[in-house]
């Protein structure tokens, strides 16, 4: 089996089970979550000009709070196609700023040494 077809295989796997969706649902603890983001944006000193790439950033629910609370620069990967449309439509609902892109971590489509932060 070839590369893309184990990374087509992983993606049709995730996108038909529900292990995901707790991202969406009142099971994550949006107080710890907000404390990890300040735990992060404290340690790792981020800002507005900041450029931080998180990776496997599922519904965008960290890069939410990160951006809301720094205005850096954010850009979320995922592979799953479907996680990647949900982070887009909560920053468009909230009105904030991001990039997302659909793609595999062992391959970054990014230029070496672009990002100040990796989140992974």
């Known amino acids: 089996m070839s590369k893309t077809q184990d990374i087509q295989?992983?993606?049709?796997?995730?996108?038909?089970?529900?292990?995901?969706?707790s991202g969406e649902s009142e099971e994550i603890d949006?107080?710890?979550?907000g404390q990890y983001v300040d735990?992060?944006?404290?340690?790792?000193?981020?800002?507005?000009?900041?450029?931080?790439?998180?990776i496997a950033c599922g519904a965008g629910g960290l890069g939410e709070i990160l951006?809301?609370?720094t205005k850096c620069n954010y850009t979320g990967?995922?592979?799953?196609?479907?996680?990647?449309?949900?982070?887009?439509?909560?920053?468009?609902k909230g009105h904030l700023t991001g990039n997302f892109v659909q793609g595999d971590a062992?391959?970054?489509?990014?230029e070496k040494?672009?990002?100040?932060i990796v989140i992974v």
């Open 9 to 21: 295989k992983e993606i049709e796997h995730f996108e038909t089970t529900d292990w995901y969706r």
């Open 30 to 33: 949006q107080e710890s979550l």
């Open 39 to 54: 735990d992060i944006i404290t340690r790792l000193q981020v800002g507005k000009s900041t450029k931080v790439l998180e």
């Open 67 to 69: 951006v809301k609370k």
């Open 77 to 92: 990967l995922d592979l799953i196609p479907s996680l990647v449309a949900k982070a887009q439509n909560k920053f468009k």
């Open 106 to 110: 062992q391959k970054l489509p990014f």
């Open 113 to 116: 040494n672009y990002f100040d």
